[in-house]
């Protein structure tokens, strides 16, 4: 097992993981909003997100990209209800501003920022279709070096979202200390704007490919 190529591998990984997180996308304002009340938010949005993440890549690595390659409609039929879904949770921020509160905990679990990271992940079309082209590519390779590089493969691309989540939660606690008020209207609105393009993208995109 060449140390150098491996060493290289896992530098791809990180630049690759992390040239993902950046890019704005539902979780990330799942994230953005959940932050307002709670720094560890991104963590916890971080593990909803493993939730879906981890099983996903196990399917894949055991040989179903062929299968994700070949069936698109799948994908297609999440597209339409995640944007669908999107579209509702832009709105549900725009209407309800107790949606972004001081209390760190939320009565109703569909507000939990560990809950926003499943459902955020496991109704983004833009998700699944990553890790059916960028993503089949890093685990086909991961799994060449062995089973024992593909597990830290797994745990090293998880970590650029947890470390990115919990870097935009400190953040937002920091700056909410000296501006409260406005960072919480920045907030609601920036991240209802963003989830609903997304709903709107997504929806459009799917619908147009399952009428095709």
């Given at each position: 097992?060449p140390l150098p190529?491996?060493l290289?591998f896992f530098?791809?990984?990180?630049?690759?993981?992390?040239?993902?997180?950046l890019?704005?996308?539902?979780?990330t304002a799942?994230?953005?909003?959940?932050?307002?009340?709670?720094?560890?938010?991104?963590?916890?949005?971080a593990v909803?997100?493993?939730?879906v993440?981890?099983?996903?890549l196990?399917?894949?690595a055991?040989?179903?990209?062929?299968?994700?390659?070949?069936n698109?409609?799948?994908?297609?039929i999440?597209?339409?209800?995640g944007?669908g879904?999107?579209?509702?949770f832009?709105?549900?921020i725009?209407?309800d501003?107790?949606f972004i509160?001081?209390?760190s905990e939320q009565?109703r679990i569909s507000?939990?920022?560990?809950?926003l990271?499943?459902?955020?992940t496991?109704l983004?079309?833009?998700f699944?279709?990553w890790w059916?082209t960028?993503?089949i590519?890093?685990?086909t390779?991961a799994?060449?070096?062995?089973?024992?590089?593909l597990i830290?493969?797994?745990i090293v691309?998880?970590?650029?979202d947890f470390s990115?989540?919990?870097?935009?939660s400190?953040g937002i606690?920091?700056?909410k200390?000296?501006y409260?008020s406005?960072?919480?209207t920045?907030?609601?609105y920036s991240?209802?704007?963003?989830i609903?393009?997304f709903?709107?993208?997504?929806?459009?995109i799917s619908?147009y490919?399952?009428?095709?």
């Amino acid at each position: 097992m060449p140390l150098p190529e491996i060493l290289v591998f896992f530098a791809m990984v990180i630049l690759i993981s992390f040239s993902g997180v950046l890019l704005p996308g539902p979780m990330t304002a799942a994230t953005i909003v959940k932050s307002y009340s709670d720094k560890w938010a991104g963590a916890k949005v971080a593990v909803g997100h493993a939730v879906v993440e981890m099983p996903l890549l196990a399917v894949i690595a055991l040989g179903a990209s062929a299968f994700i390659e070949e069936n698109p409609l799948p994908i297609q039929i999440i597209g339409l209800i995640g944007g669908g879904y999107l579209l509702f949770f832009g709105i549900t921020i725009l209407r309800d501003e107790s949606f972004i509160s001081e209390d760190s905990e939320q009565d109703r679990i569909s507000r939990n920022a560990f809950t926003l990271g499943i459902t955020t992940t496991l109704l983004n079309p833009g998700f699944l279709i990553w890790w059916a082209t960028i993503g089949i590519l890093l685990i086909t390779q991961a799994a060449e070096y062995g089973l024992l590089i593909l597990i830290i493969f797994a745990i090293v691309h998880w970590l650029s979202d947890f470390s990115w989540g919990l870097a935009i939660s400190f953040g937002i606690q920091k700056v909410k200390e000296f501006y409260a008020s406005k960072v919480r209207t920045i907030i609601r609105y920036s991240s209802a704007v963003l989830i609903l393009i997304f709903g709107i993208y997504f929806a459009i995109i799917s619908g147009y490919a399952l009428l095709s």
